[in-house]
């Protein structure tokens, strides 16, 4: 099966940074777009990045200038860098994987989820 791991998330102040790291393993015969998506509590799952196998980005416009997607095909890893946090930034971070398995299903993997918290 195919398993995806995040991790870098943590607390920190406002105006901060956080780096988030997200790695695919398993039976991938191919990986197509990887993102990050943002869920706080009572709020809907959105879209905050995305980067296609292409290597073109798109990101929400609530981060768009302070966050950058990025990708290491060679690792199937994908990060998120994130600079001048913002309170309004917390919440779980979960990373997608759309991906091919080895078996030819093609499908969009989720993690398990990161907690990123910023103070005020």
């Known amino acids: 099966q195919v398993h995806v791991v995040e991790s870098g998330g943590g607390l920190v102040q406002a105006g901060g940074s956080l780096r988030l790291s997200c790695a695919a393993s398993?039976?991938?015969?191919?990986?197509?777009?990887m993102g990050w998506y943002r869920q706080a509590p009572g709020k809907q799952r959105e879209l905050v990045a995305v980067v296609s196998s292409g290597g073109s980005t798109r990101y929400a416009d609530s981060v768009k200038g302070r966050f950058t997607i990025a990708r290491d095909n060679a690792k199937n890893t994908v990060y998120l860098q994130m600079n001048s946090l913002k309170p309004e930034d917390t919440a779980v971070y979960y990373c997608?994987?759309?991906?091919?398995?080895?078996?030819?299903?093609?499908?969009?993997?989720w993690g398990q989820g990161t907690q990123v918290t910023v103070s005020s």
């Open positions: 997608n994987v759309n991906a091919v398995a080895a078996w030819g299903r093609r499908n969009d993997y």
């Open positions: 398993g039976s991938i015969s191919s990986i197509n777009a």
